[in-house]
């Protein structure tokens, strides 16, 4: 009888040291999945960026999507198109979140070039004024995680 009980405790043993180290792995996968590192689109220079954002727009639909001069494009990196709405994007590859000046840049040059709808799309994050400015000036922010989601739809 204790030879069988000392067998159940032993089957019982490993039973949950194999549950725990499953539980640590799916753990160790979901970590390596998630974390952040260094992506291609954090080390680009600000142009090669734009015409990233810009073939990343033309793989989800964007028609007569077209990047900007660099200087004197009023907050306008991107002008594009997509289900007869059209747009002024402005790109910014930060090292940090992006501020209030992005949004105000945007809205302005979405009225001069007479766009429908301002957007924002950066590699980062944004701070909370340039969120709240966004919701008052209906400026779209697309940021890291959205464009990460765009991404991973390809």
Request: proline residues 2%; glycine residues 8%; contains cysteine.
């Amino acid at each position: 009888m204790q030879h069988l009980n000392l067998n159940l405790y032993m089957i019982l043993f490993i039973i949950i040291a194999a549950v725990v180290l499953l539980a640590v792995i799916v753990y160790a996968l979901y970590r390596i999945r998630h974390t952040r590192r260094p992506d291609a689109m954090d080390e680009m220079e600000g142009h090669d960026f734009e015409y990233f954002c810009a073939d990343l727009l033309e793989k989800k639909g964007f028609l007569e999507v077209e990047v900007t001069r660099g200087s004197g494009d009023f907050g306008v990196d991107i002008l594009a198109e997509k289900d007869g709405i059209t747009y002024a994007i402005q790109c910014k590859r930060y090292q940090g979140p992006v501020g209030v000046e992005a949004v105000l840049r945007t809205y302005g040059g979405r009225d001069y070039y007479e766009r429908m709808v301002g957007v924002v799309m950066t590699n980062r994050y944004f701070t909370a004024p340039a969120v709240e400015a966004a919701k008052k000036l209906h400026i779209l922010l697309w940021d890291r995680g959205y464009l990460d989601s765009m991404l991973e739809e390809e």
